[in-house]
Nanobody
Framework: QVQLVESGGGLVEAGGSLRLSCVAS????????MGWFRQAPGKEREFVAV????????HIAECVKGRFTLSRDNAKNTVLMQMNNLQPEDTAVYYC????????????????WGQGTQVTVSS
């Protein structure tokens, strides 16, 4: 049974940092990509970042580029997203998800999802 488990969310003041973790289990993900999405109340799910398990290439959304970075630890089946200089507009539930699709910008292309972790940034 495939499981994605996120952790690391919380409440932080503007300008602060958090590191989100996503641990994957239940299958081999070597040919998959792992994406991060976020969803704020009343808004659509938004792409944040993606990393390929195989070649470690990453793509970061423009709205967080320069503040968020992504890394992965294949041995631990873990993807980490370091979030620096957080702003109130970053407040959302953050989800990690796994996809075999090349259309990784679209949340509908993801097969497995974690339960989400809340990130709240106060001004």
């Amino acid at each position: 049974q495939v499981q994605l488990v996120e952790s690391g969310g919380g409440l932080v003041e503007a300008g602060g940092s958090l590191r989100l973790s996503c641990v994957a289990s239940g299958r081999t993900f070597s040919s998959w990509v792992m994406g991060w999405f976020r969803q704020a109340p009343g808004k659509e799910r938004e792409f944040v970042a993606v990393v390929s398990w195989g070649v470690a290439s990453t793509h970061i959304a423009e709205c967080v580029k320069g503040r968020f970075t992504l890394s992965r630890d294949n041995a631990k089946n873990t993807v980490l997203m370091q979030m620096n200089n957080l702003q109130p507009e970053d407040t959302a539930v953050y989800y990690c998800a796994a996809s075999r699709s090349s259309r990784w910008l679209r949340w509908t292309e993801y097969d497995y999802w974690g339960q989400g972790t809340q990130v709240t940034v106060s001004s």
